[in-house]
């Protein structure tokens, strides 16, 4: 025996799918880190939910024609360019004008008065088609543009869903387009469409969980003062065994405690963030800089011969003796010793590299600060 749907009760799930699901968006906008776009969504599933009951009294014959056809029309071409508006902003993006968003329903709505075409189901149908299917095409477009920059679990899932929705939509408008539509077609699309909202409702919460996450991560791993990685995070980065034609690097700023004392702490907070600054304009993507606690910074350098790291470590001891800043009127000098250790043959932990670039930096303390001491010693 097949299911039975008829459009009112497949109207009334509709809704409630809608209802929960707008419920749910508004709930993770109050504790997301990232609430940009959820609020709009919320209200867009809002809009649809109150056009579906619109729509289901309608065939109940409960309000009057001329009322819940231009009416639940409007509400859907306002709710899904609002949708699309929604998952842009989500997506870190302008929003889309506010012209744009009234231009649409308005448009409809000025059309809808002058002939009246919402008084018949198809034509109100094809127009309330037209609009979901374009909003949820750009609507995913802007869900997935972002998969590389942001490759969350979340986001296939969540662009998957908005392109089964709007399919569903451009497959129901060929059937009116060409008199093929009928009562029951229209009941098995809301139905699907029940659970593709419900689906993407759900996605947008995970995606802003997982988002959540990720900042947490990096927020455990940064260095909230210098932006640099923190010593948690170099140890996690570091291979455990430092490959031949890489270094490692320890920098500890001069007479930092002295800046501290005659300067006061924000001063010498300064000196640290312009520090980090100037060491990262030195290095490539591919290198690692972490702040390990106080002055002290690791530069790691994943591929670069002797001569390399040696004269990046140069630059480097440069870029921090150019740092210009003042307090009171009064210049701070700000200089760095730096011991490199280079791998010249494989073999020993990076824990081995890192303490033999420590005591090279102590004879960098001893010999007079402000220049590189470069080791080769061999490890274990």
């Known amino acids: 025996m097949g299911l039975q749907l008829d459009l009112p009760t497949v109207l009334l799930l509709y ?92 448009g409809w709505l000025v059309l809808g008065l002058v002939t009246q075409f919402p008084l018949d189901n198809l034509l109100r149908a094809g127009a309330f088609h037209i609009t979901a299917a374009v909003a949820l095409v750009g609507s995913a477009h802007e869900v997935w543009r972002d998969h590389r920059t942001e490759p969350l679990p979340s986001r296939p899932l969540l662009a998957g869903l908005l392109l089964l929705s709007a399919s569903i939509f451009a497959l129901r408008l060929l059937y009116i387009a060409t008199d093929n539509a009928s009562s029951a077609g229209f009941a098995r699309a809301f139905y699907v469409q029940m659970f593709c909202h419900f689906g993407i409702a759900l996605m947008v919460s995970s995606l802003s969980s997982e988002r959540a996450a990720v900042r947490l991560e990096r927020v455990a791993q940064t260095d909230t003062l210098t932006g640099a990685g923190n010593r948690r995070w170099a140890t996690s980065m570091l291979p455990a065994r430092l490959p031949a034609g890489s270094a490692i690097a320890q920098l500890d700023l001069d007479h930092f405690k002295r800046i501290n004392d005659r300067f006061g702490h ?93 005591r090279a930096l102590y004879d960098a303390k001893r010999a007079g600060r402000n220049r590189v001491v470069v080791t080769h010693e061999r490890t274990a």
């Open 266 to 358: 924000a001063a010498g907070d300064r000196v640290l963030v312009a520090s980090a600054q100037a060491l990262r304009s030195q290095l490539r993507d591919s290198d690692l800089l972490a702040r390990m606690g106080g002055e002290e910074f690791l530069v790691y350098l994943p591929d670069a011969t002797a001569s390399d790291a040696a004269a990046v470590a140069q630059r480097l001891c440069a870029a921090v003796e150019q740092i210009r800043l003042s307090e009171q009127g009064e210049d701070i000098p700000v200089t760095v010793s730096i011991g490199l250790a280079c791998v010249n043959s494989g073999g020993g932990t990076w824990v081995d590299w890192l303490g033999a670039a420590d």
């Open 15 to 106: 809704k409630t799918a809608l209802v929960a699901g707008a419920l749910s968006i508004f709930h993770v906008s109050r504790h997301s880190c990232r609430p940009q776009g959820l609020k709009p969504l919320a209200v867009a599933y809002l809009l649809l939910a109150i056009g579906a009951e619109l729509a289901g009294r309608g065939e109940y014959l409960v309000l009057p024609d001329w009322l819940w056809t231009h009416t639940s029309l409007l509400l859907g071409t306002v709710g899904y360019p609002l949708f699309w508006a929604g998952m842009r902003a989500l997506s870190g993006r302008r929003r889309i004008p506010m012209a744009v968003l009234v231009l649409v329903p308005g």
